[in-house]
């Protein structure tokens, strides 16, 4: 019995001191006015993120935001519908005690930043497990934060 708790409490402590609280700065925005997105074909990263990319368009999608191929803007969308649109662009860096990626929502008219997103991971068992986590976490943060504001 005196074996478990230890095992537990040895458990406990790694799973909340390995990971960093991840942040995000989201002002008062109105997330409503926007109908669609795009996701810039710019990102960092490597693979991982590069996989990552359909996470990110599914979770817009189920925000309830129209995707737009960030090469097709002017050719989709007619010049009034450009102020509903905003650009997600996502990037990642990786150190030996964690990784960080940060997903940032441009609006596309005014170029502004309108939101940022910072997820950050950190188990150190593999460089590919962190960064997956830290994208996960930037996502989560985004959806939880556009569903507040629509």
Same mark, same amino acid.
Do not use: H
């Given at each position: 019995?005196k074996?478990?708790?230890i095992?537990?409490?040895? @458990? *406990?402590?790694t $799973? *909340?001191?390995?990971?960093?609280?991840?942040? %995000?700065?989201v002002p +008062?925005?109105?997330?409503?006015?926007?109908e669609f997105a %795009?996701i810039?074909s710019? /990102?960092?990263?490597?693979?991982?993120?590069m996989?990552?990319?359909?996470d990110?368009?599914?979770?817009?999608?189920? @925000?309830?935001y129209k995707? /737009?191929?960030?090469?097709?803007i002017n050719?989709t969308?007619a010049? =009034?519908e450009?102020p509903?649109l *905003?650009? $997600?662009t996502?990037?990642?860096t990786?150190?030996k =005690?964690? +990784? /960080? @990626?940060?997903?940032?929502?441009?609006?596309? /008219?005014?170029?502004?930043?309108?939101?940022? *997103?910072?997820?950050?991971f950190a188990w150190?068992?593999?460089?590919e497990?962190?960064q997956k986590?830290?994208i996960?976490d930037?996502?989560n943060?985004? =959806?939880?934060?556009?569903?507040k504001?629509?």
């Amino acid at each position: 019995m005196k074996n478990k708790l230890i095992f537990l409490t040895i @458990c *406990f402590i790694t $799973v *909340f001191s390995c990971s960093t609280t991840p942040n %995000s700065n989201v002002p +008062s925005i109105d997330m409503s006015k926007y109908e669609f997105a %795009s996701i810039g074909s710019n /990102v960092t990263g490597g693979s991982t993120i590069m996989g990552a990319l359909v996470d990110l368009q599914n979770s817009l999608i189920s @925000c309830g935001y129209k995707i /737009v191929g960030d090469t097709r803007i002017n050719s989709t969308l007619a010049q =009034e519908e450009l102020p509903k649109l *905003f650009i $997600v662009t996502m990037g990642i860096t990786s150190t030996k =005690e964690q +990784s /960080v @990626c940060i997903i940032n929502l441009t609006d596309y /008219v005014t170029g502004y930043i309108i939101a940022s *997103f910072r997820g950050s991971f950190a188990w150190g068992w593999d460089l590919e497990g962190d960064q997956k986590g830290a994208i996960r976490d930037a996502i989560n943060q985004m =959806e939880k934060a556009i569903k507040k504001y629509i």
